[in-house]
């Protein structure tokens, strides 16, 4: 799971390291200017430029390793931050980590303060461009940003004047108004513009070409060009001819809070995402009822969920706990201690506890038994379930990976009192939980498309030996795929896993659903497209086994609004044609 962290001596346990990756990954990305490396060191080092403070957070991956960083300046006094440099590590850019790692730095400046973010991009119009021959990677940077929120300040003279920043290259000025629709002043603009040159040349308002550029700023409000990028527009996938059930609970659940330097995809945005996904689509909501407790606990350890129940009685409002000490040598010890209970009980050490923990999950279960309910009585053939926190790698006995408790396992036990159920793990991730927990059963058979854990979390479990014990041998399948699979690759496993879902011939099916398996996943590594999702979704769909879907991860937001509207209505639609 990646990481992001704080590189700043005294703050960051493992700064040495960390420093030498962010200068490496610099080095790599930005070859022609080796003299910004020593400046990094001593950012980093707490040596800031007048009125400034500079925050460096750098990526990390599963293995400790550097693969993306920022260096932002944030002007208290303005409320506002400008991105020096972000990059990420050119032999992994496929991974969608500049785009997230774009999202986490302006999460992070915006908890700060900041109103409002800025940075450089070189032009992407030929009539400013010195070099036509780097007009199209402009273009491409160009949109990247504008779909992230920054578009360029237009009607001054900063992507004409030259300084010793821009070492002869003048970039356009782009503004992301981080969601503020408030036009911007010319003052406003005028001061940031000011301290931004200064503190990048020591310039003063008085000296050219600062003076020059500062006259230039002529419009009240400032200028923000209009988009020039549009989104491709999505798909249009044929509506399924009757209402997609749905149980959603995500959206007025209390909200888990992640500290932005542990795991910190699992957001809600991820939730607007969704609704996103689903506009326009016929929707049949219904209610998430209230599923009690016993579901929950024919599934998981009681002593498990008194912990989770206990944390948010006992958890100061807005304090973020994470585990500290695993007692994995004297698992008979349950710490006496409240708090030091979390690592008897956790895998990880990015999975949240807060006070808004226990009620979300508890929401979550509701919801997936609230969907399987509709599913045994025969009144959907499909139903999804759109919750937050997700649940698969929560075991009998420990939770972790974001989850707490584990809706697709609680709806398949649920669901297994009437018939036979199959499990589909479709999530990037091994879904470890799920598998623990039917291990050793017959009638629910489990069956899992993953990372391949040599490389994906969790790590520990997912590998192709694991087939279940005792009634259950033979009763759970892994299918561990490595990195860079596309379309094509992954079908051709999906079909070997449906085929061995049609041999056991369940009477219900349970999918948990990860749109992280697409290209471009933070936490993923595979390269299944939209299009990709839409077969994927038939597929299932043409099982016509009474499907109760629950989602599970998927992090990257342009993702999941595409990737979640192919699936859904590709396995929709074949389920009812
Ligand atoms: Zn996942």
């Known amino acids: 799971m990646l990481k992001i962290v704080r590189v700043m001596a005294g703050a960051d346990p493992n700064f040495e390291q960390h420093l030498e990756g962010v200068q490496a990954v610099f080095r790599k990305a930005f070859s022609f200017y080796p003299a910004y490396a020593e400046k990094i060191a001593e950012y980093a080092a707490g040596h800031f430029p007048k009125d400034c403070e500079v925050i460096i957070l750098a990526a990390i991956d599963a293995k400790g390793a550097v693969i993306g960083f920022t260096v932002t300046f944030y002007f208290v006094d303005l409320k506002a931050a400008y991105v020096d440099y972000i990059a990420s590590d050119p032999d992994r850019s496929a991974r969608g980590i500049g785009g997230a790692l774009y999202e986490m730095m302006r999460d992070d400046v915006r908890k700060r303060g900041a109103r409002r973010l800025f940075l450089d991009a070189l032009p992407d119009d030929p009539a400013l461009n010195f070099h036509p021959g780097l007009i ?3 273009k491409r940077r160009m949109a990247f940003y ?8 237009i009607g001054t003279a900063y992507e004409k004047t030259v300084t010793p920043a821009n070492l002869g290259d003048p970039n356009m000025l782009l503004c992301d108004a981080m969601g503020d629709e408030k036009p911007m002043s010319r003052r406003f603009a005028k001061s940031v513009i000011e301290r931004v040159i200064s503190t990048k040349t020591g310039l003063g308002p008085d000296d050219e070409p600062l003076k020059g550029l500062l006259a230039s700023i002529k419009d009240d409000p400032v200028k923000i060009r209009a988009p020039l990028y549009p989104a491709p527009p999505p798909r249009s996938y044929p509506s399924p001819a009757t209402p997609i059930d749905i149980v959603i609970t995500a959206d007025e659940a209390p909200s888990i809070e992640h500290s932005p330097f542990r795991g910190y995809y ?3 945005a991820r939730v607007s995402a969704i609704r996103r996904a689903l506009e326009g689509a016929p929707l049949m ?3 998430a009822e209230n599923a009690g407790l016993a579901p929950i606990e024919a599934v998981h350890d009681k002593r498990m969920i008194a912990f989770l129940k206990e944390t948010a009685e006992k958890i ?7 585990p500290e000490i695993f007692p ?14 979390a690592g008897y009980f956790c895998i990880d050490t990015s999975t949240p506890l807060t006070s808004a923990v226990y009620p979300a999950a508890r929401r979550s279960v509701d919801a997936a038994i609230s969907g399987a309910r509709l599913i045994e009585a025969g009144k959907s053939k499909l139903v999804y379930a759109v919750v937050r926190p997700p649940g698969h790698h929560a075991e009998r006995r420990v939770f972790g990976g974001f989850c707490y408790f584990n809706n697709a396992a609680i709806a398949a036990n649920h669901l297994s009192k009437k018939g036979k159920v199959a499990v589909l793990d479709i999530d990037h ?9 039917f291990y050793e059963r ?3 058979l489990t069956v899992s498309i993953h990372g391949h854990p040599e490389s994906s979390y969790p790590f520990f479990a997912g590998f192709e030996d694991e087939r279940g014990a005792g009634d259950g041998l033979g009763f759970n399948r892994n299918y561990p795929i490595k990195p860079g699979v596309d379309d094509a690759g992954y079908l051709s496993v999906l079909g070997r896993a449906l085929r061995r879902i049609e041999k056991f011939a369940p009477a219900f099916l349970v999918v948990s659903f990860g749109a992280d398996i697409m290209k471009g996943d933070p936490t993923g590594a595979f390269f299944v497209t939209a299009d990709g999702m839409r077969r994927i979704g038939a597929e299932i769909g043409a099982l016509k086994v009474p499907t109760l879907i629950v989602q599970e991860g998927g992090y990257n937001l342009a993702n999941l609004r595409r990737g979640v509207r192919a699936f859904i209505f590709a396995a929709a639609g074949a389920k009812s044609a």
């Open 136 to 138: 199209p990677d402009n």
């Open 146 to 153: 504008e779909r992230l929120g920054a578009r360029p300040i």
């Open 266 to 268: 699992e957001r809600p």
């Open 285 to 287: 909501l219904h209610r």
């Open 316 to 322: 100061a409002p807005k304090r973020i706990l994470y």
């Open 328 to 341: 994995l040598r004297h698992a008979d010890r349950l710490p006496q201690n409240w708090e030091m209970r």
């Open 429 to 437: 991730h091994h879904g470890n939980g799920t598998q623990d927990i």
């Open 442 to 444: 017959a009638d629910v």
